[in-house]
């Protein structure tokens, strides 16, 4: 079974980045799909950016061109990076990862984005 560790969360002003990583142990992610969510205090939880096992992405409309989700097979591990961050983006982000049944949900790291 999967375990997802987040990191790289924290305190930013307007502008600024910030790179998530996701570090999986227990397995392998090679032959799952992945992705970014987050809990922001104004809605439910959103997804923010996913990556294929072929290494296809999606953005919505409000990260695409700032956030950039990448993954590193032989590694195991899969990375946000956020650039010219906004107030809101502040939030709680979880990565997951899913595909053959299964499904699973790191356990959050915090983004503050201050203006």
């Known amino acids: 079974q999967l375990q997802l560790i987040e990191s790289g969360g924290g305190s930013v002003q307007a502008g600024g980045s910030l790179k998530l990583s996701c570090a999986a142990s227990?397995?392998?992610?090679?032959?799952?799909?992945m992705g970014w969510f987050r809990q922001t205090p104004v809605e439910q939880r959103e997804l923010v950016a996913t990556?294929?096992?072929?290494?296809?992405?999606n953005y919505t409309d409000a990260t695409e061109g700032r956030f950039t989700i990448s993954r590193d097979n032989f590694r195991n591990t899969i990375y946000l990076q956020m650039n010219n961050l906004k107030p809101e983006d502040t939030g709680v982000y979880y990565c997951?990862?899913?595909?053959?049944?299964?499904?699973?949900w790191g356990q959050g790291t915090q983004v503050t984005v201050s203006s």
């Open positions: 997951r990862v899913w595909g053959y049944g299964a499904d699973y």
């Open positions: 227990g397995g392998t992610l090679i032959d799952y799909y």
């Open positions: 990556i294929s096992t072929r290494g296809a992405t």
